[in-house]
């Protein structure tokens, strides 16, 4: 429900969309079907609050012809109605809101002096570092409320479809609560810091605090622009893989500044900050930046032009709202009906092995929070075999810039298997069914290691050839793929553990990027490091002589991660049959 999940996320960066939206979620008592029906004024208020939302928002108004409009006010108020009613009586949330309002306090208070300082700081210097940091800004509050769909019910538009508003006063209500939270006034406090940064005279002042709420306001319009009009798109499957996979893009490109430094590309930081400023100065952000430091006619019509810029956009959101409001929902069409007998089903014996290793194949391609996991894996050892061999003159050439980028792949793949059993949730009851023995269980985990490998194994030779490559011997990547085959083993056996002694549950949702459920954060955190401080301890013995240069010990590698995979699983299955109740009580908490 989405009242449940404001308080805690719907209050950062995701917060753009935080507040009323829940509401709609929460009261569901409009009878109106889309945002354009017929309806009087009176109609709103009276369906809104005299249903549902009396308790949540204190508006008492009935319906008739006597009662108030909605205003914005009413919308702010009923966000921080369900926030105060979300934190009553869940000390874990209270905590957590108490942790996000300090956060947030820490960063105005160092963002809005790191502005200030700048006046110290030469004008067109100050003016490029005003530039990156307000695009920087937008940016965010265009990306981070995409990672919080689906785990933020308010950013989904489609929870609005029977709040009994007009389009442009649902819009008016919703930018309203928008701005309203800790993180947008921390962002607004941030901003407010460049006119003390760069501000000259009293028309820098009054021009740079026009210039300063319409570069916030872009922000917030810009922010609810994209959800809206993707609103459709990532409640699909095929949209939150794409969601998925774009995001790890964009973490993996954040790494670009620190491979163009190992590669000596550094320069002049002073030339390099004023490249990125001249490029961004004719954007919005740059207009923004400079209409505080110029405060003259040409700041002026900047500030005309990100007023008109603003009201665009508004005007946009208005009519994806309205669009979004009227669509039908893609993500509840049927789907095409496939071959149900999986491909390494064919190659193994009917029977409990080859049903659980296709359906965790099944996992990994259909559900984005698999995908992720996959894919952020193999980049993230793609980017460190490329960041460790191209690390400038001091590097060293070597068999470890080849075998330690696999075994960290390996490694990473492995923490995958430290919650097997979470991706089933309730449904592992039925296990109850047909496990009657330990040997059942061991066989379960049996299937699930072996979806894992036939993934893995391939990747990672892929990837032990590549960093051989680039660590300029291609003969290093068979010790490489040798020891990360064992390092895998060794994963997947300590994960067996982990599953059976940690298990945590993973919420059906749908944003890719879901972690555990509410209360068991610790539990999913203890569970992982775990499960990679045990894998790298009982590794040392074959990879560390590998790293050291002992190639020779690879040939045991293989074996040594195989045994200890079985003797992983043989405890895990013992105790997985005797602690079954628990586990299946603690896969199974409502997320």
């Known amino acids: 429900m989405a009242g449940r999940d404001l308080g805690v996320s719907g209050d ?26 017929a309806r009087a004024p009176a109609t709103g208020p009276g369906a809104a609050a ?79 570092a005003v530039t990156v940091l307000f695009t920087m800004l937008l940016v965010g ?9 689906g785990l933020d019910d308010t950013l989904d538009p489609s929870r609005l479809a029977l709040f009994p508003l007009t389009t442009g006063r649902l819009a008016a209500g919703m930018f309203t609560a928008s701005v309203t939270g800790v993180w947008p006034a921390a962002t607004l406090f941030v901003t407010f810091g460049a006119i003390a940064g760069l501000a000259a005279g009293a028309g820098g002042v009054l021009l740079g605090t026009l210039a300063v709420l319409l570069q916030f306001a872009l922000c917030i319009v810009t922010s609810r622009l994209v959800t809206t009009s993707l609103s459709g798109v990532l409640r699909t499957r095929r949209g939150r893989d794409v969601l998925a996979v774009s995001v790890v893009f964009f973490i993996l490109a954040a790494q670009l500044p620190n491979l163009l430094l190992n590669q000596g590309f550094s320069g002049n930081p002073r030339e390099m900050l004023h490249g990125i400023a001249s490029v961004l100065r004719w954007t919005p952000p740059g ?22 810029l603003t009201a665009g956009l508004g005007f946009l959101w208005i009519a994806a709202l309205r669009r979004a409001m009227v669509t039908t929902d893609a993500s509840t069409e049927g789907a095409s009906v496939r071959n149900s007998r999986g491909l390494l089903a064919r190659f193994l014996p009917d029977g409990p092995l080859a049903a659980v290793a296709t359906k965790e194949l099944r996992y990994a391609r259909r559900d984005p929070r698999g995908r992720v996991g996959w894919f952020a894996a193999l980049a993230v050892t793609g980017v460190m075999a490329f960041s460790l061999n191209n690390g400038g003159e001091g590097a060293t050439p070597g068999p470890a810039l080849a075998i330690g980028p696999a075994c960290l792949g390996a490694l990473m793949i492995g923490l995958q298997s430290c919650n097997s059993f979470g991706i089933d949730g309730r449904s592992l009851w039925m296990n109850s069914m047909v496990y009657g023995t330990a040997r059942d269980w061991r066989t379960d985990l049996a299937g699930r290691h072996l979806a894992v490998a036939v993934i893995a194994v391939p990747a990672l030779a892929v990837l032990a050839v590549v960093a051989g490559f680039l660590a300029g011997d291609p003969l290093w990547a068979v010790p490489a793929v040798l020891t990360a085959w064992g390092v895998l083993g060794v994963g997947l056996g300590v994960g067996a553990l982990s599953s059976v002694l940690l298990p945590y549950t993973v919420p059906e949702r749908l944003n890719a990027f879901t972690g555990a459920a509410p209360g068991q954060g610790g539990i999913a955190f203890a569970g992982s490091f775990a499960t990679m401080i045990g894998t790298a301890l009982l590794a040392l013995p074959v990879a560390l002589p590998v790293l050291l240069g002992v190639t020779w010990v690879c040939a045991v590698a293989v074996p040594y991660g ?17 602690r079954y109740p628990e586990i299946l009580g603690s896969i199974s908490q409502p997320g």
């Open 287 to 308: 207009m923004a930046a400079h209409a505080v430091a110029d405060g003259g006619p040409a700041a002026l019509a900047e500030v005309a032009f990100l007023a008109l």
């Open 141 to 149: 509050w265009v990306v981070v409320p995409l990672l919080a769909f």
């Open 562 to 578: 195989v045994l200890v995979a079985a003797v992983g699983r043989r405890i895990a299955g013992n105790l997985g049959f005797a």
């Open 50 to 128: 005299g249903s549902g939302a009396a308790t949540g928002s204190g508006v008492t108004t009935a319906a008739g012809p006597g009662a108030v409009p909605v205003g914005p006010a009413v919308f702010a108020r009923l966000k921080l109605r369900l926030i105060a009613g979300n934190l009553r009586g869940d000390t874990t949330r209270l905590l957590g809101f108490i942790f996000t309002l300090l956060a947030a306090l820490v960063v105005a208070a160092l963002g809005f002096s790191a502005m200030a300082m700048l006046r110290s700081a030469p004008p067109q210097i100050a003016a490029d």
């Open 12 to 37: 950062g960066p995701t917060g753009p969309a935080a507040g009323p939206d829940t509401a709609a979620a929460g009261s569901g008592t409009a009878a109106a079907t889309g945002p354009d029906a």
